[in-house]
């Protein structure tokens, strides 16, 4: 059993493949496009994946490679704190350079701003770490502090406290996590070519009771189209095979791309899914 996830160590994605998986031979991937394409290849048995932060909202290049496969997809997940802090390989560097994933920068960024140098964007945050040059700063979890040869120069260089990353697990097995409510992520292709299309495809969703939590567009590849990612909550598994009916009924298109457990224990305070991202917007 080998479980994929974008490296290398000290990621926040390896954090979360070890809480998901333990136990079980972890694989460094150098993105998740990749890690996502080895499942639906049959190269690697699973790969976690980040698909949603409190301050970046969905993570467009994990559902994008989703929506390229056919057999993968989202079984389980977690939530997973996320803070930073910021490394050099000496600790009186005038910094030239600022490095980290993208993600990272966007959720630093006055930190960044405040160094008033360029950035080089790396494929992880642990990335940058492991390619730390001098004159650079890198940002990067706590645990890198221990893995790398690196200096801390400064700690929880986030701009807003208590922001969370969730991470899925993705394979080719359709298990469903153990738990009686969830979210379902369907990608829906709607008839477009109508006034009112996307209306007619979304309102028997609330007649159904299920609550429309978010919706992404996405553009189809080598289309003019776009796909629509409809994350539906609180589902229980009547409502959802109503849900997936109602939807098939009115699009050109239809699939699921996981589900993700709407109550699971993790953050600091042990608060849970959706009541965190809510409370952590409202305060
Ligand atoms: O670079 C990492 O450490 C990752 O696991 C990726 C990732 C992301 O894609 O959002 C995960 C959590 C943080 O929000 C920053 C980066």
Redesign the pocket.
Known sequence: MAIGY?GPEG????AAARELCPGTELVALATQAQAIAQVEDGTIDGAVV?VD?TV?GV?LPTWDSLLLTTESRIVADVLVP?TFNAYALDADVAPEVVAS?P??LA?CARYVGSLGVPSRVTS???EACASLAPGEVAI??PVCAELYPVATIATEVEDGAG?I?QFGLVTRDDVRPTTERWTTVFAALPERNAPGSLAALLGPLSALGCNLENIVARPVRDSVDYVFLLFVADLDADREAAALESLGARCSGLSVLGRLAATKPSGPDGASGVPVRLASVGS
Request: aromatic fraction near 4%.
């Open positions: 974008l990621t926040f994605t390896h980040p932060n970046n993570v996320v994933h993600h990272a959720q992880s945050t642990a990067a979890a922001a990353t």
